[in-house]
């Protein structure tokens, strides 16, 4: 069974710097996609970064702020968050598709199949 568990949010203050991990169990994950998504309260959930292989999406508010990663030897893929502004403020998820697609790196929630449980970043001003 696939699963998946982020860890590293917390509180930080504007400026600031945060490194989220995303733990990987149940398969070998190196060709599969892997997501981040946000979801700040009352809003929808929205893409943040993903990667395939060596491509990698970011959606425009985060662009030169943050970076996707991964280990593949490790089963675990990173959200490196710096400059990091109070509406970055959310539940960060990671996800991964259950098959193998070709194209471009995929960028909705509709196109992954596995969610963690979430970690909660707050940034305060």
């Known amino acids: 069974q696939v699963q998946l568990v982020e860890s590293g949010g917390g509180l930080v203050q504007a400026g600031g710097s945060l490194r989220l991990s995303c733990a990987a169990s149940?398969?070998?994950?190196?060709?599969?996609?892997m997501g981040w998504f946000r979801q700040a309260p009352g809003k929808e959930r929205e893409i943040v970064a993903a990667?395939?292989?060596?491509?990698?999406y970011y959606t425009d508010s985060v662009k030169g702020r943050f970076t996707i990663s991964r280990d593949n030897a490790k089963n675990t893929v990173y959200l490196q968050m710096n400059s990091l502004k109070p509406e970055d403020t959310a539940v960060y998820y990671c996800a991964t598709e259950a098959t193998f697609r070709w194209g471009p790196v995929p960028r909705t929630s509709y196109e992954y199949d596995y969610w963690g449980q979430g970690t909660q970043v707050t940034v305060s001003s």
């Open positions: 149940g398969r070998t994950f190196s060709s599969y996609a």
């Open positions: 990667i395939r292989s060596s491509s990698t």
